[in-house]
């Protein structure tokens, strides 16, 4: 494992050296056919760390979000979100990170998050405390939901009129924009709760070993272990306790058909 997370931090060394020649300089944002932002900048990063492993790891297999999957013939796959967080990053704003994983037969088994901005490095690693810059991290204690820190990246990922509000009640507050960054933000104790939907692999399995190996747990809405077949919805508790509590709240809001835009800002 060690040699896999030395390839790990020379990817996150090399992701962020690309980032920073465009952070806050001119440049084209295209939108995708979900409708999601992109730019050079993630389309760049993305095609290095593919590169790279080709060059130490062709065996493995690859998940990208920005060009899709490579079968695996070794049993592990590395999983890259270039910039979560684009519309942060094409904002100028430092609030995006480089997600990195390993995983085996499905799982994450190690992890990166990557702030290169604000020089911000989390390490999570199965069986191991999760590092922030090289030091270990915890989550907080935090065993009641009233008192929960909570992080959501939007209002309009949630469509069913019933949830947001019934989170905003059973928490103290939500902090809204987190993306990816937000799981490092619980890792390292400063929120208790993140929930998230519209997720999907790339976006979730960096931020596994990351949380676990903190202090926290993360699922589906469901209760279940993320893997490269999860989509959608990922929940992160801080403290484990949190967890059930979250989970209750969550059952007892229906999930009808998407509402109408207008509707969904309003929540």
């Not at 998940?63 to 904002?91: I, L, M």
């Not at 911000?120 to 989550?139: A, D, I, L, S």
């Not at 019933?162 to 009640?169: D, Y």
């Not at 949380?211 to 993320?226: L, T």
Request: charged residues 25%; aromatic residues 8%.
């Amino acid at each position: 494992m060690d040699d896999f997370i030395k390839l790990a931090h020379a990817m996150a060394d090399e992701a962020g050296s690309i980032i920073l020649q465009h952070f806050r300089e001119p440049f084209e944002v295209d939108v995708k056919s979900d409708e999601s932002p992109v730019t050079v900048t993630d389309r760049a990063v993305e095609t290095r760390l593919r590169q790279i492993v080709m060059e130490h790891r062709p065996e493995d297999g690859v998940c990208g979000e920005e060009f899709g999957n490579r079968a695996t013939r070794s049993g592990y796959t590395w999983v890259f979100d270039p910039v979560d967080g684009t519309k942060q990053f094409a904002s100028g704003r430092p609030t995006f990170v480089t997600l990195i994983a390993l995983c085996h037969e499905g799982y994450p088994v190690m992890s990166i998050m990557d702030q290169p901005v604000l020089k911000e490095r989390w390490v999570g690693v199965k069986g191991r405390p999760t590092t922030f810059n090289g030091k270990p991290c915890h989550t907080r204690k935090c065993p009641e939901l009233r008192h929960a820190r909570t992080g959501i990246t939007s209002p309009r990922n949630f469509s069913n009129y019933e949830t947001l509000p019934a989170i905003h009640s059973a928490t103290q507050y939500i902090a809204w924009g987190g993306h990816g960054y937000g799981f490092g933000q619980l890792a390292s104790g400063w929120l208790d709760l993140v929930l998230e939907k519209h997720f999907g692999p790339f976006d979730t399995l960096p931020v596994v070993p990351i949380v676990e190996g903190a202090g926290g747990v993360i699922s589906d809405w469901r209760g279940g272990p993320p893997n490269l077949e999860s989509k959608d919805k990922v929940v992160a508790c801080g403290d484990p306790a949190l967890h059930e509590q979250i989970l209750d709240v969550l059952r007892a809001c229906s999930e009808p058909a998407a509402l109408p835009l207008a509707r969904r800002a309003v929540a």
